[in-house]
């Protein structure tokens, strides 16, 4: 019998735990599958996960967004105008009106003008840039904590919530128990690691981040179930068939490209909002570009692109807990790297075979001469973990087939 | 329209005997004249043939009737309704399909995506996949055609993106089927199968408009055949009352050039040898397996062959697009290790396999393509000698026969025979020593074709060695002096022109002998 693909994805799962596991006994860094590592990692994987799916609405429809970041940009500051002025769910409101600004910017240029995808998207980004600084000139300046490079701080901060029962969290005033907490201070094998990432997932949540969880089932469900989808998705794909079963591919396409910017624009408002109480130049820190590599990553799926956002999460956040802790992770990949090599003898790759025991010299060495990671290479570990995933993983990628082709509706094809 | 619809519904029961009805219908584009008063009458549940050649007006007709056109003057009935339509979507609603020559489908999307993009089946906006797949798959079942319809396109083959097309164009209830070119990109057995759908639709009350040029395919298929020639109807006959000829001569106006013997002979040089010529591959089976040839002065080999097997490789391992093991020769001197520009200045020439990917950029003017690849001879310096350039254009448009107003023209504008021999004669006119010709007259009319055929064979005789790869085969059995047959990367059979039949060819290129 064939095992299904849903058992093989449960056995890999737990086999990437057992091995996180034992090396965090093994080393004793906790910090590994801690609830506090795996809460920031959740933080951090919020924005990049919505720049990712602001890509994917972006891509599906036909249209490169080199401009996310630029997006993000107006998303971290309209939204923390909004924030300062408001409250942080008008903020965030705010955020996303403002990236849609930019979506519909990249849309009248590139779909209605034709201009250079690629060219309209750098375009917005340095706008974006210099547009905010000018806004901040006009509105910050001279305000009490405000500058021409930051807001003024944000008075109110948005709600967070535990999980009742497993997590500590309220049920009407009472305080329920925190089984994932205690759970995750026994240091199980496997047991305390999943209490860790569980309470890691469950425990003080911002709304915000369960909006941006949300974001990807709903785009799955819209792109692949609903005509919207259907019709969008072949915008991307074939717009001249499209065109010729009377699809209306340039609506579309701005549909898709305000839906991209919005993302970005409350990518950008969580940086301002939730993860930080003011706006900041370079708040974005590149994040919009990081969010289309998960988006390559994840196979421009949804669930791709939460995988990937949260691998880039997860290696971001270790570095902000636990800089300590980066030298175990040497020995996890080395760990997952000698599975994989050994699978890949038994499927007889030879490229695998070669990069994977590549991968596992290199970090098994690393692991037994580093101590400390200089920080300008912790700052590398998302990007090296995208390449080594990328190199091994051997996924086929199947991107929009016409994403970045201009159309230009009625001509001869 | 929508009202219009549904009225000519309620004539169908009436039974009309016409569904379609064209009358005077013209129209131009600025210089020219598609479509002059032309006149057509299609009975219902028949299939009825469209032949003329490229550049004729068959594709302009039914691009009018279509909706994405519209005529100057003249009439439009459809199920005895006068009807005007401003864009395909109305001609839908009409019951009207377009199957399109070059396949509008998207590859990434499933086949089911694919055949309800457009007027899907929703439910307050969600798909309602389970009813679009049984109404598909009853579809599918009534034409006698078996399809997945959850893989992408991208892993269908060519004829199978057929049958989605037509399905497609069903599923949104078309009675009046317009199929443009359905055999140009088929292998014989796919033909076959696609007539047998088409029979099974007609006997389901399906009328079919068939547009083609291959005339042996019309008069198998088809219950009447309408020629135009030049933007006009010359007539419309039965197939039981003409034969190919009698079709071609109304096609092309004139009795058909004769494929004719050879005066000349085949020299005693070899102008062109490929010894054990291998194209390695790395994740599947060599393109090209161990292939050895030689071609003579004023020799024509024919490289026959389905398409896939291998032909395309050869010709860029022989122009040195690909890397190869083995060797090549021109004129007798080893050219294995020479540049793609060293080949060419040896004496090689190139007719590519698609024009418009490899032979021409479309939207640069006539005398810019033809100047391609002779940069060199037409040049003063870093500067190219413009009159030169425009002159050496002008010569091949001259005596190649290039129908269009000036040099200065992009090369879109033409009509795909006139920019193959525009190609050819790019080609032909620096005298080259050998001419690998791919696909020389494909998706081109007769005459044209006839044109194209003329020049090799003067070229030929002036001493030029040819490679002739094409799937036609009465091009291949008509002009070359050697055949070989190509499968699977391999050179499968030798054979001579004159003793081969295309039964037996097809025997060898389809590997059954």
């Known amino acids: ?413 | 329209m929508q009202a219009g619809s549904k009225k000519s519904s309620q004539t169908l029961s009436a039974g009309s005997a016409n569904v379609v009805e064209l009358a005077n219908i013209s129209k131009s584009f600025p210089g020219v004249i598609a479509n002059r008063d032309i006149s057509l009458q299609v009975a219902r549940a028949t299939i009825h043939a469209i032949v003329g050649e490229n550049g004729a007006g068959k594709s302009t007709l039914m691009k009018i009737l279509y909706g994405l056109h519209q005529p100057d003057s003249g009439t439009i009935l459809v199920n005895g309704v006068l009807t005007q339509f401003k864009s395909p979507s109305e001609a839908m609603d009409a019951g009207i399909g377009m199957v399109h020559q070059h396949f509008m489908l998207a590859d990434n999307l499933t086949v089911l995506e694919n055949i309800i993009l457009g007027s899907e089946p929703t439910k307050f906006g969600v798909l309602s996949l389970g009813d679009a797949r049984k109404h598909v798959k009853d579809l599918a079942t009534s034409i006698g055609v078996e399809i997945d319809l959850d893989l992408p396109i991208s892993e269908l083959g060519v004829g199978q993106r057929q049958r989605v097309e037509i399905l497609k164009v069903l599923f949104r209830g078309a009675e009046i089927l317009v199929l443009d070119e359905p055999t140009a990109v088929l292998v014989p057995q796919e033909v076959d199968e696609l007539f047998a759908n088409l029979r099974k639709l007609v006997a389901n009350g399906t009328t079919i408009l068939f547009i083609s040029h291959k005339l042996d395919e019309v008069l198998a298929i088809s219950d009447a055949i309408t020629v135009i020639r030049q933007g006009s109807t010359v007539a419309t006959v039965s197939p039981k009352s003409v034969d190919r000829l009698k079709l071609a001569e109304l096609m092309v106006g004139s009795d058909l050039p004769s494929h004719g013997k050879r005066a000349t002979k085949v020299g005693e040089k070899v102008q062109l040898a490929a010894r054990n010529l291998t194209v390695i591959a790395k994740d599947r089976k060599n393109p090209i397996q161990d292939i050895s040839f030689e071609v003579f002065e004023s020799e024509i080999v024919g490289i026959a062959g389905v398409d896939g097997n291998g032909q395309f490789e050869l010709c860029e391992a022989l122009l040195g697009l690909v890397a190869s093991q083995g060797t090549i020769e021109i004129g007798g001197s080893d050219v294995s290790d020479l540049s793609i520009r060293e080949r060419l200045d040896q004496g090689l020439a190139y007719i590519p396999f698609d024009r418009h990917r490899e032979g021409l950029m479309l939207a640069a003017s006539l005398w810019e393509n033809a100047l391609l690849g002779h940069e060199a001879s037409l040049s003063r310096g870093p500067m190219i000698d413009l009159i030169s350039a425009k002159n050496s254009c002008r010569e091949i448009i001259e005596r190649f026969g290039v129908m269009t107003p000036n040099e200065l023209v992009p090369a879109f504008v033409l009509s795909g025979g006139n920019q193959q021999k525009l190609v050819v004669g790019r080609n032909l006119a620096t005298a080259p020593k050998v001419l690998i010709a791919a696909h020389p007259t494909r998706g081109i009319d007769v005459g044209a074709q006839a044109a194209v055929w003329e020049e090799i064979r003067r070229s030929r005789d002036a001493g030029m060695s040819v490679l002739l790869v094409s799937a036609d085969l009465e091009e291949v059995l008509g002009l070359s002096d050697r055949i070989l047959v190509m499968f699977d990367g391999e050179i499968s059979a030798e054979i001579d022109p004159k003793s081969a039949t295309p039964q037996i060819l097809g025997k060898y290129m389809t590997g059954t002998q």
């Not at chain 1, 001279?142 to 049920?171: D, M, Y």
């Open chain 1, 1 to 413: 019998m064939i095992p299904s693909k849903n058992f093989k994805l449960y056995v890999s799962i737990l086999g990437a735990l057992a091995i996180i596991s034992t090396v965090r006994l093994w080393t004793d860094q906790d910090a590994l599958t801690s609830s506090s590592t795996i809460g920031t990692a959740l933080r951090l994987t919020v924005p990049i996960l919505l720049a990712g799916m602001a890509g994917l609405w972006a891509e599906r429809c036909g249209v490169l967004n080199i401009g996310i970041e630029g997006m993000m940009i107006f998303g971290t500051w309209f939204g923390a105008w909004g924030a300062w002025q408001f409250g942080p769910w008008v903020g965030l409101l705010f955020a996303i009106l403002g990236g849609m600004f930019g979506g519909l910017v990249h849309a009248v240029a590139t779909v209605r003008f034709n201009i250079d995808q690629v060219i309209s998207g750098v375009v917005i980004n340095l706008f974006a840039f210099f547009g905010v600084r000018y806004l901040s000139e006009l509105v910050y300046v001279g305000k009490p904590g405000g500058g021409i490079s930051q807001s003024p701080p944000q008075k109110w901060a948005l709600p967070k919530f535990n999980l009742p029962i497993l997590s500590g969290g309220e049920i009407a005033g009472w305080k329920s128990s925190d089984f994932l907490g205690w759970l995750e201070s026994q240091r199980w094998f496997i047991l305390g690691d999943l209490g860790g990432i569980g309470r890691g997932l469950t425990h003080s949540i911002s709304w915000a981040t369960v909006i941006a969880v949300i974001v990807v089932p709903v785009s799955a469900w819209v792109l692949w179930r609903t005509r919207f989808g259907l019709r969008l998705r072949s915008s991307g794909e074939s717009p001249v068939a499209a065109e010729s079963l009377g699809v209306k591919v340039n609506h579309l396409r701005y549909f898709g490209l305000l839906i991209s910017g919005g993302l970005a624009g409350l990518a950008g408002g969580t940086l301002s909002i939730v993860a930080s109480s003011y706006y900041r130049q370079g708040q974005t820190a590149g994040r919009g570009f990081i969010g289309l590599a998960t988006m390559i990553f994840g196979n421009w799926r949804p669930s791709g692109i939460l995988t990937g956002a949260l691998l880039f999460g997860y290696a971001e956040g270790i570095k902000l807990v636990a800089s300590d802790s980066i030298t175990a992770l040497f020995l996890f990949i080395a760990a997952i790297a000698i599975v994989f090599f050994v699978l890949s003898i038994v499927r007889r790759k030879r490229s695998q075979i070669l990069v994977t025991l590549v991968v596992f010299i290199l970090s098994a060495v690393a692991y037994r001469t580093v101590s400390t990671v200089p920080e300008s290479l912790t700052q590398s570990l998302p990007y090296v973990v995208t390449l080594i995933v990328l190199a091994t993983a051997n996924q086929r990628l199947r991107p929009p087939a016409m994403a970045g082709v201009p159309f230009r509706p009625g001509e001869p094809h």
